[in-house]
Structures are given as structure tokens and as C-alpha cells.
């Protein structure tokens, strides 16, 4: 099938273009096919302007970060329970999984249920079997900012539900409310010094089996993200193909490579449940992605293709403004893999970095083909794919339940009517709109990047362009062959 299954307009970080004309006749309106509601500026079937456009993802981002608000509350209520001690500590733990249980399903409305981000996958049975196993180890390739998203849904999908924890760079604590709420959760951040990130590694997964309980544990081993058109990532592209081609292999076109050193590590959290990740974005040209089909024999139609060649200007990497712009689609790949044990001897660390690199070599492929023949290499037919099911009613009823609790909190509190404790969310909801539309818009300015893996890393990241003269991800040296390029992740 020719490439042209794919419209050639490219999507900003923001949202996609509109069609001319919504809705196709004789379709119903009242209610969106994202769930409860659905992106609302095209329920009237009117199009609107690129400017309203951008401020209903900053009001879409506004209202998420209003219920992770109220998450970051209930762990911060938690904390003195760890100055008393180790049952202290173990008692944080348990409540602070039973709070992540109760409020994932509001947390995850806004994107899957209010702004229909679906997820297809070419075998969803790799997944449930993983969560059936107990402790898990997943690995995907890192072709947007928001691939944790996918990784918590996976978790709340189906039976048995998972708490996913992350493993992600340092930086990511730092981001208000979200980066906070998951530093309280106990992911693991890494500073890239390995001797230090040891430690912590280890001592952050005693603290799992301190109270046992089937954890995902989610990461994307590239640990950068190279944007279109920066001058210090095209040159980490380079150490990336220079890396590769000392080592005698063919250099990646759609896949930084992967970091190894710390995965002996990791491997004891789930020495026999590891998933390896594939996935592709695609962007929708028209609202709730109308444009966007599989053909009987498994090809995707219509949409932009995001994950491009690293080297193409095309390329667009998704973040969490892509999401509350409405409608992006993912296609997974997973599959069970091994890593080699770790003997102790010199070859250790050179068996699993050639496994990963195997695997991530693996990965390269099937997103090339998915570019050509718009597939896996395993999808043959429609009936390939599975729709990853998304809890609409779960995650809405667990929404009101959660604005009635925080309502309800916040009126004792300040001693005031529900109804005024209403208006007083309402003025918070609109002051994080200006400041995060404002911190947002100074960081694209700055930087000329979107990074909002979580709200306020564009500025963030920014800042830190500013101060350091750019994000090193690494030099341009090459190294010898048992060694990878130094990487800071992005």
C-alpha cells in the first residue's frame, strides 16, 4: 500500500487540522465517541480557530492537573507516616498503593475517556499474561513523551489491574504536581552516574518487597528524546550511529541506542516477566479521528504518521498536548524476551548489551515496516489488532466521586458551603490555565521545542538550554566497543 494511506499534514505538538466540515451528515452529536464527552469544540460541528484550538489543551491540561492536584494532596498526608520508622515507612507504602488504586481511573479519564487516546495492540494477550505473572519489566522504544501514559493504561486495562511504576531521569521530580505525585510513589530517578544510581536502584526495589504487591516496572532504555532540528541531539544521533558502527552493526534509523550498564539491576525486580514495547503514533487529521481506519488485511489508514526516521524533518514526538488535542492513536508491539544471567565474569556486560541491542535492532525494523506497509510484520488481517479496552464508566464514576471527595475536603477545611468550595476550584483551575498556557508558551519561545512529557518540562527544559548552553545528551566522542556512548536522558 502506498505511503499516501497517511495524509502529508503534519502535526504540531498541539493538536491536528480540523476538517472542513464536522459532522459527516446524519451523525449524531450530543455525546462524543471519546467516552462521556467528547473534545467539545467539534460537538457543535463548527470549526474553529487555531487559537481556541491551543486554549482547549491548555484547559484540557489545566483540569487534568486539577484531579493530579488532589492526588499529590492525599500522598503529602501520608508522608509523617514515615517518620515513624520501618512499620512506618511499610504502612506509606500500603496506603499509598490503595490511594494510587482508587484514583488511577480519574487521573486516566481526562486523556483515554475525555480525548479518546487509543491504543491498538497486535497481541493484548502478551500483556494480560505479563500481568498475570505478577512483577514485570517492560521496555519500549522512546518515540514520544508520553509513553508512561501508555504504560499506566496498560496497568488499569483489564484484569488483573497493576500499579506501574517508572524509571525515569531525575529531572522528571522536579515537575510540579505530576513529577511530585510520582517522586511520593517511589519510581525510581536516575542521575547517570551509575555507582549512585546502584544504590538507589536497590534500595528503592527492597522497598517493593517490603510490602508485596505485582509491580509494572515501566521504562524506555534510550532515555533521550531527540527533537526535530536541535543541533546538540542530531549530534547525539551521531554518537548513537558511531556506537553502532564500532560495534560492527548497522546503525538504527528510528532508535537511539539503548543504555544496558544498570539493567543487571533492574533485573531481580522481575527476573522472568520482561516485555519489550514497540509502538508507533499516528496523529488524526479529522475530529475524533474519523479519517483513521484498518483496512481488512491489518494496514492503518488515514491520520499523520508521527514515528519517522530520526533524521527526517517530518518526524513529530507526541506529548502530553498531542493527548488533550484529541485523537491520537498508538499501535503497539509487545512480546516476551530474556535476558542473559549475570554471571559475574567479565562478558556479563557485553551478553546483555548485545541482547538489547539485538531486541532494539528488532524494534527498528518493525517501525520501518509499519512506515512501508502501514503494520507489524505479525498483522495480517483486521482482526490482528485489539482495541486496548478502556473503562469509561470506572474512570467517570471514579472522576465524580473524586471532585465530590475534594469538594467536600476543601469546604471543611476553609469552613465554607460546598458551593464555595466549588468556586474556590474553579479559581485554581483557571489560574494553573494562565500560568501553564504562559510557562508553556515562554518555553516553546526559548527552546523552539514542545517537551511536555509533564506539564512545565518545556520551560523547565528550557531553562536548563539557557543556563548549560544546551541538553547534553551526550559527546560526539566514540568509545570503545564495551562501552555506550555517555546518554542524559531527556
Known amino acids: 500500500m502506498p505511503e499516501e494511506v497517511f495524509s502529508e499534514k503534519r502535526s504540531g505538538s498541539l493538536l491536528r487540522t480540523p476538517s472542513e466540515v464536522w459532522p459527516p451528515p446524519n451523525k449524531p452529536t450530543i455525546i462524543g465517541p471519546g467516552g462521556l464527552m467528547g473534545p467539545v469544540f ?18 484540557f491540561t489545566a483540569l487534568w492537573l486539577l484531579v493530579v492536584l488532589q492526588f499529590f494532596i492525599g500522598l503529602t498526608l501520608l508522608l509523617p507516616l514515615k517518620l515513624l520508622g520501618q512499620p512506618g515507612r511499610r504502612l506509606y507504602i500500603r496506603l499509598a498503593l490503595w490511594w494510587d488504586y482508587f484514583s488511577q481511573p480519574a487521573i486516566m479519564v481526562v486523556p483515554f475517556s475525555w480525548c479518546k487516546l487509543t491504543v491498538w495492540h497486535s497481541n493484548w494477550d502478551v500483556a494480560l499474561k505479563s500481568k498475570r505473572i505478577g512483577n514485570s519489566l517492560w521496555m519500549s522504544n522512546h518515540g514520544s513523551r508520553i509513553d508512561w501514559l501508555i504504560g499506566m493504561q496498560v496497568g488499569l486495562s483489564d484484569v488483573p489491574r497493576v500499579p506501574v511504576r517508572f524509571i525515569a531521569e531525575i529531572t522528571t521530580a522536579f515537575m510540579p504536581l505530576a513529577g511530585w505525585s510520582r517522586y511520593l510513589l517511589d519510581d525510581i530517578y536516575l542521575r547517570r552516574t551509575f555507582h549512585r544510581d546502584a544504590v ?16 509494572m516496572l515501566f521504562f524506555a532504555p534510550e532515555g533521550a528524546i531527540a527533537d526535530v532540528g536541535n543541533a546538540q541531539d542530531a549530534k547525539y544521533i551521531d554518537a548513537c550511529e558511531g556506537f553502532m558502527r564500532d560495534l560492527g552493526r548497522k546503525p538504527m534509523d528510528y532508535c537511539l541506542t539503548p543504555r544496558y550498564k544498570g539493567l543487571s539491576v533492574f533485573k531481580p525486580h522481575s527476573p522472568n516477566n520482561i516485555v519489550s514495547a514497540t509502538m508507533v503514533f499516528v496523529t488524526p487529521n479529522e475530529p475524533f479521528a474519523q479519517d483513521m481506519t484498518i483496512s481488512d488485511d491489518g494496514r492503518v489508514c488515514g491520520g499523520s504518521l508521527c514515528t519517522r526516521s530520526l533524521r527526517d524533518d517530518a518526524r513529530v514526538v507526541p506529548d ?16 516476551f524476551m530474556e535476558l542473559p544471567a549475570d554471571e559475574g565474569d567479565e562478558g556479563a556486560s557485553k551478553r546483555l548489551r548485545d541482547v538489547l541491542l539485538d531486541d532494539y535492532e528488532r524494534k527498528d525494523a518493525e517501525i520501518a515496516h509499519f512506515q512501508k506497509e502501514r503494520r507489524f510484520r505479525c498483522v495480517t488481517s483486521k482482526e490482528n489488532w485489539t482495541k486496548m479496552p478502556i473503562p469509561h464508566l470506572l474512570m467517570n464514576l471514579t472522576l465524580l466521586a473524586y471532585a465530590a471527595l475534594g469538594v467536600s475536603c476543601l469546604a471543611y477545611v476553609c469552613g465554607t458551603t460546598v458551593f464555595g468550595a466549588a ?30 512529557s509533564l506539564p512545565g518540562e518545556s ?28 546518554k542524559k536522558a531527556d
Not at 467539534?42 to 491548555?58: M, N, Q
Not at 502530553?320 to 512480546?335: E, K, P, R
Open 200 to 215: 538507589n536502584i536497590k534500595s528503592t526495589l527492597a522497598s517493593y518487597k517490603s510490602v508485596p504487591s505485582p509491580r
Open 459 to 486: 520551560i523547565f527544559k528550557a531553562a536548563l538550554e539557557t543556563i548549560k548552553g544546551g541538553l547534553n545528551h551526550g559527546g560526539t566522542k566514540k568509545e570503545p566497543p564495551s562501552k555506550p556512548p555517555s
Open 320 to 335: 502530553i498536548h498531542t493527548v488533550f488535542g484529541g485523537g491520537l492513536h498508538v499501535y503497539a508491539q509487545l512480546s
Open 423 to 452: 468556586k474556590r476550584c474553579a479559581t485554581i483551575w483557571a489560574s494553573i490555565v494562565l500560568l501553564h498556557s504562559i510557562s508553556h508558551r515562554i518555553g516553546v519561545l526559548v527552546s523552539g521545542h514542545h517537551r511536555e
Open 42 to 59: 467539534y460537538i457543535s460541528g463548527l470549526k474553529f480557530s487555531r487559537h481556541l484550538e491551543t486554549l482547549r489543551v491548555y484547559i
